[in-house]
């Protein structure tokens, strides 16, 4: 019964009179109208402008959040999250925290505990335009290797998502190659209708060639549709993932673009039906009709796809509309004459006949070609700065085809079109000479496959998704998603300006690591690393994002640094042992994250060669030491692991040096609760177990492993003191001085404090514990006030070799 009722539905159309063609044309119109004016972007193939936490990022703790923050709101149902570890296992748990039932820019996922190592967040969203969007998030936590991070690579798309995208991309071709047939049929059956009586037999080759260029191209164009909307509904459905297939298959019809992907099934199944009788039209206005049918179906097309509602809604659709018929005005026309090219009756014309005939269309061409080309550029330009804007030639894959895509037009298409109208077409009219011209087949040909070539490279740029980044679109989502909350909020790294204070970072609600990451590295760049160091310890007693985040935003400083600085030790002579040391180990391990080991005990002894010009100097002692606070962290904390690393170097001074900060990295790490060599029952281990070359820079930072169990009041120092008279005789001295950099960090060098801690030790070696007090303002202040201050606030007898250290220490400077 339904099969009867469709051939008869055929039947009636075919035979249909002329109102009810002008019905079916008014009614296509007002259905595109409608979808047109009803569009949302939130069909628009969408792009990803940021992520919390940021790609590649590495943390001391695992992220309990991940946050995409989209151009175009999304179906927070079609955001699917999988979470892969190193090894290529997937780790349950990620849930979805954004609120369904509305789009949002913003989606977050609650995140399971990661453990340590490096992981892929891998994300993907289908678009109801059916684009699959996808990416992936990678992190590193806790002491990864960054070269490890930086080329991890976890997200592999679906076999069938990439045949359904493959399948999606050819059904796009199709569709614009159907077309260009059925415009070029249209408009050559118009100009024939007017010249059939002045040169029927030239004139009857290009109609014949248009007749079958109709019934193909309409075919064509309704197997183009039905190919794409069923490539388009089935990655919706399979961009919900989770519910029952007949749900997601009814969310794709009804909340996608699935329903005018159907209205564009019917119209162009209704265009197809009509071919044959279009074809055999006798006049004009029915040619017209048809042609308007034709524009309201690219109308329901460009709806349907993210060109067009990327940037806007109703307007974006009708630019994409008027786009893509001047391109078939220009090729459809083009391809009929080739077609008609290669029939037996155009073969079997005279050539003056067959320079007639090319003349002929060329005559009527000429114009509309020139507007269809003045119509490409302005929609073509305003959509390229629209989608791409400042990326245009950031290489991404979008805009490689794009720039392909332009450069095919200016370099082949247009040339050739302006050459074949300066030979046949309206030029030739104006220069009133050489007018009716031999157009040369190959040269049109030429032109036929460069445009065909630019409507290829179309649908592959139709299929990529735009990478347009810039502090403009993030803004407008975030207030768009946040309201007064997001207004006039700094976009941190994603903007040419940093923030003026960390109190705009602290407002963020999106982008926060960036934006610190932007205030601090301007610090840097301004005043030096150590200054940024010194703004982050003191933040980080303020700024609760700061206080938790501490070690990771000096590591990054690190990193900063190096890129700043253009050399590693360079960047190391900067004092960086705030927040456990971070910094140091974002320096060391950007620059020998290349290296395996083998090849960093190679190129270990090179890194500080610059600042040793001046050896010895603290410039060089802190580029060497930083070097044992980072080839640490990258062992692991590997103490007796990083003993053959320093011993590369050859001078036993820059040995020492750089074990002394693998063991001040041991103490730290011992602080933050890391399993290390160190011991609670044993609080000198392990300056009682370590090479004899290395026990003195042991004392020099066990101290303060030992006040750490003790506590840093006077009972605490009383009983370090305690232990220290107990150690090797020759280490007293040693341990004494280091306890005095500790009583001076630990009351702000105050020298009443100074003189009164340092006297709870043995009379013998108490000048040691003031001289380390006293050194340490040097190290920390850069100068000697503060250290002149405390030797003259001791006893006379201890005073000399005070001002003496001072100096030697001030010297180094």
């Given at each position: 019964?339904r099969?009867?009722?469709?051939?008869?539905?055929?039947?009636?159309?075919?035979?249909?009179?002329?109102?009810?063609?002008?019905?079916?044309?008014?009614?296509?119109?007002?259905?595109?109208?409608?979808?047109?004016?009803?569009?949302?972007?939130?069909?628009?193939?969408?792009?990803?402008?940021?992520?919390?936490?940021?790609?590649?990022?590495?943390?001391?703790?695992?992220?309990?959040?991940?946050?995409?923050?989209?151009?175009?709101?999304?179906?927070?149902?079609?955001?699917?999250?999988?979470?892969?570890?190193?090894?290529?296992?997937?780790?349950p748990?990620?849930?979805?925290?954004?609120?369904?039932?509305?789009?949002?820019?913003?989606i977050?996922?609650?995140?399971?505990?990661l453990?340590?190592?490096?992981f892929?967040?891998s994300?993907?969203?289908?678009?109801?335009d059916?684009?699959?969007?996808?990416?992936?998030?990678?992190?590193?936590?806790?002491?990864?290797d960054?070269?490890?991070v930086?080329?991890?690579?976890?997200?592999?798309?679906?076999?069938?998502?990439?045949?359904?995208?493959?399948?999606?991309?050819?059904?796009?071709?199709?569709?614009?190659?159907?077309?260009?047939a059925?415009?070029?049929?249209?408009?050559?059956?118009?100009?024939?209708?007017?010249?059939?009586?002045?040169?029927?037999?030239?004139?009857?080759?290009?109609?014949?060639?248009?007749?079958?260029?109709?019934?193909?191209?309409?075919?064509?164009?309704?197997?183009?549709?039905?190919?794409?909307?069923a490539?388009?509904?089935?990655?919706?459905?399979?961009?919900?993932?989770?519910?029952?297939?007949?749900?997601?298959?009814?969310?794709?019809?009804?909340?996608?673009?699935?329903?005018?992907?159907?209205?564009?099934?019917?119209?162009s199944g209704v265009?197809?039906?009509?071919?044959?009788?279009?074809?055999?039209?006798?006049?004009?206005?029915?040619?017209?009709?048809a042609?308007?049918?034709?524009v309201?179906?690219?109308?329901?097309?460009?709806?349907?796809?993210?060109?067009?509602?990327?940037?806007?809604?109703?307007?974006?659709?009708?630019?994409?509309?008027?786009?893509?018929?001047?391109?078939?005005?220009?090729?459809?026309?083009?391809?009929?004459?080739?077609?008609?090219?290669?029939?037996?009756?155009?073969?079997?014309?005279?050539?003056?006949?067959?320079?007639?005939?090319?003349?002929?269309?060329?005559?009527?061409?000429?114009?509309?070609?020139?507007?269809?080309?003045?119509?490409?550029?302005?929609?073509?330009?305003?959509?390229?700065?629209?989608?791409?804007?400042?990326?245009?030639?950031?290489?991404?894959?979008?805009?490689?085809a794009?720039?392909?895509?332009?450069?095919?037009?200016?370099?082949?298409?247009?040339?050739?079109?302006?050459?074949?109208d300066?030979?046949?077409?309206?030029?030739a009219g104006?220069?009133?000479?050489?007018?009716?011209?031999?157009?040369?087949?190959?040269?049109?040909?030429?032109?036929?496959?460069?445009?065909g070539?630019v409507?290829?490279?179309?649908?592959?740029?139709?299929?990529?998704?735009?990478?347009s980044?810039?502090?403009?679109?993030?803004?407008?989502?975030l207030?768009?998603?946040?309201?007064?909350?997001?207004?006039g909020?700094?976009?941190?790294?994603?903007?040419?300006e940093?923030?003026?204070?960390?109190?705009?970072?602290?407002?963020?609600?999106?982008?926060?690591?960036?934006?610190?990451?932007?205030?601090f590295?301007?610090?840097?760049r301004?005043?030096?690393?150590?200054?940024?160091?010194?703004?982050v310890?003191?933040?980080?007693?303020?700024?609760?994002?700061?206080?938790?985040?501490?070690?990771?935003?000096?590591?990054?400083?690190?990193?900063d640094?190096?890129?700043?600085?253009?050399?590693?030790?360079?960047?190391?002579?900067?004092?960086?042992?705030?927040?456990?040391?971070?910094?140091?180990?974002?320096?060391?391990e950007?620059?020998?994250?290349?290296?395996?080991?083998?090849?960093?005990?190679?190129?270990?002894?090179?890194?500080?060669?610059?600042?040793?010009?001046?050896?010895?100097?603290?410039?060089?002692?802190?580029?060497?030491?930083?070097?044992?606070?980072?080839?640490?962290?990258?062992?692991?904390g590997?103490?007796?692991?990083?003993?053959?690393y320093?011993?590369?170097?050859?001078?036993?001074?820059?040995?020492?040096?750089?074990?002394?900060?693998?063991?001040?990295?041991?103490?730290?790490?011992?602080?933050?609760?890391?399993?290390?060599?160190?011991?609670?029952?044993?609080?000198?281990?392990?300056?009682?177990?370590?090479?004899?070359?290395?026990?003195a820079?042991?004392?020099?930072?066990?101290?303060?492993?030992?006040?750490?169990?003790?506590?840093?009041?006077?009972?605490?120092?009383?009983?370090?003191?305690?232990?220290?008279?107990?150690?090797?005789?020759?280490?007293?001295?040693?341990?004494?001085?280091?306890?005095?950099?500790?009583?001076?960090?630990?009351?702000y060098?105050?020298?009443?404090?100074?003189?009164r801690?340092?006297?709870?030790?043995?009379?013998?070696?108490?000048?040691?514990?003031?001289?380390?007090?006293?050194?340490?303002?040097?190290?920390?202040?850069?100068?000697t006030?503060?250290?002149?201050?405390?030797?003259?606030?001791?006893?006379?007898?201890?005073?000399?070799?005070?001002?003496?250290?001072?100096?030697?220490v001030?010297?180094t400077?």
């Amino acid at each position: 019964m339904r099969l009867t009722s469709g051939v008869s539905a055929i039947r009636l159309l075919r035979g249909a009179p002329q109102p009810l063609l002008r019905l079916a044309v008014v009614c296509l119109v007002a259905l595109a109208a409608s979808v047109g004016l009803g569009a949302s972007t939130a069909s628009a193939h969408t792009r990803l402008l940021e992520t919390v936490p940021a790609d590649r990022a590495v943390s001391a703790e695992a992220p309990e959040q991940l946050t995409l923050v989209f151009a175009e709101a999304v179906d927070p149902r079609s955001v699917r999250l999988e979470i892969i570890s190193s090894g290529g296992g997937t780790i349950p748990g990620a849930a979805l925290l954004t609120p369904e039932g509305e789009d949002s820019e913003i989606i977050r996922f609650a995140l399971p505990d990661l453990g340590r190592g490096i992981f892929g967040l891998s994300w993907v969203t289908v678009g109801p335009d059916g684009h699959r969007v996808a990416g992936e998030v990678v992190v590193g936590v806790g002491i990864v290797d960054g070269a490890a991070v930086a080329a991890a690579s976890f997200t592999q798309a679906p076999a069938l998502d990439r045949v359904l995208e493959l399948v999606s991309g050819i059904g796009r071709f199709l569709w614009y190659a159907g077309l260009a047939a059925a415009i070029g049929a249209l408009l050559v059956l118009g100009w024939h209708l007017r010249d059939r009586h002045s040169q029927p037999a030239v004139s009857g080759v290009l109609a014949a060639a248009a007749r079958r260029g109709l019934l193909v191209g309409a075919l064509v164009l309704h197997l183009a549709i039905v190919v794409r909307t069923a490539a388009t509904v089935a990655l919706i459905t399979r961009g919900y993932g989770d519910g029952s297939l007949r749900e997601n298959l009814r969310l794709a019809l009804t909340e996608g673009t699935g329903r005018t992907l159907l209205l564009a099934v019917v119209g162009s199944g209704v265009l197809a039906v009509m071919a044959r009788r279009l074809a055999g039209a006798r006049s004009e206005i029915t040619l017209a009709q048809a042609g308007i049918g034709v524009v309201a179906l690219i109308a329901l097309g460009a709806s349907a796809s993210h060109t067009s509602t990327l940037s806007e809604d109703p307007f974006g659709i009708w630019v994409s509309t008027l786009h893509l018929a001047a391109a078939g005005a220009w090729l459809g026309p083009l391809l009929i004459a080739g077609a008609a090219m290669a029939t037996p009756a155009y073969r079997k014309l005279t050539a003056p006949d067959r320079s007639a005939a090319l003349e002929g269309m060329f005559r009527r061409f000429a114009p509309v070609a020139a507007a269809s080309f003045a119509v490409l550029a302005l929609t073509g330009l305003r959509s390229t700065w629209l989608l791409a804007g400042t990326e245009l030639f950031k290489g991404s894959g979008y805009t490689t085809a794009l720039l392909v895509k332009l450069g095919l037009v200016a370099l082949v298409a247009v040339p050739l079109g302006m050459y074949h109208d300066w030979r046949a077409g309206w030029l030739a009219g104006l220069r009133r000479r050489n007018r009716g011209a031999a157009v040369s087949p190959r040269s049109l040909r030429l032109e036929l496959w460069g445009l065909g070539a630019v409507v290829a490279v179309a649908a592959l740029v139709t299929g990529l998704n735009p990478a347009s980044l810039n502090a403009r679109d993030l803004e407008a989502v975030l207030e768009e998603a946040n309201g007064d909350v997001a207004g006039g909020l700094d976009v941190g790294l994603l903007s040419d300006e940093p923030p003026a204070n960390a109190e705009e970072c602290a407002q963020r609600t999106i982008g926060m690591p960036g934006c610190y990451r932007s205030y601090f590295s301007s610090i840097m760049r301004a005043e030096g690393a150590d200054k940024a160091v010194d703004e982050v310890e003191l933040l980080s007693r303020t700024d609760d994002f700061v206080s938790r985040n501490c070690h990771q935003i000096v590591h990054d400083l690190g990193n900063d640094a190096v890129v700043w600085y253009g050399d590693v030790g360079t960047a190391l002579t900067y004092e960086g042992s705030a927040c456990w040391s971070g910094y140091y180990h974002g320096v060391v391990e950007y620059a020998l994250g290349q290296f395996d080991n083998t090849e960093l005990e190679a190129e270990l002894p090179g890194f500080c060669s610059e600042v040793a010009t001046r050896r010895y100097s603290f410039d060089h002692f802190n580029c060497v030491h930083g070097l044992g606070h980072g080839i640490m962290q990258i062992l692991g904390g590997d103490l007796f692991a990083t003993v053959p690393y320093c011993e590369v170097f050859s001078d036993p001074w820059e040995d020492s040096s750089c074990m002394n900060g693998a063991l001040m990295e041991n103490m730290i790490l011992g602080q933050q609760g890391t399993p290390t060599y160190l011991r609670t029952d044993d609080l000198v281990y392990p300056c009682n177990a370590i090479a004899e070359l290395y026990v003195a820079d042991c004392f020099a930072t066990q101290t303060s492993w030992m006040l750490h169990n003790t506590g840093y009041d006077t009972a605490g120092f009383y009983e370090v003191f305690s232990i220290c008279n107990g150690v090797r005789a020759d280490m007293v001295g040693n341990c004494y001085r280091a306890l005095g950099r500790d009583v001076s960090s630990s009351y702000y060098q105050d020298p009443a404090t100074i003189v009164r801690l340092c006297s709870l030790g043995l009379p013998a070696y108490q000048s040691d514990c003031y001289i380390g007090a006293a050194t340490n303002t040097i190290y920390n202040n850069h100068n000697t006030i503060q250290a002149t201050l405390i030797c003259e606030s001791i006893r006379e007898s201890m005073r000399q070799a005070c001002f003496q250290a001072r100096d030697e220490v001030a010297s180094t400077l």
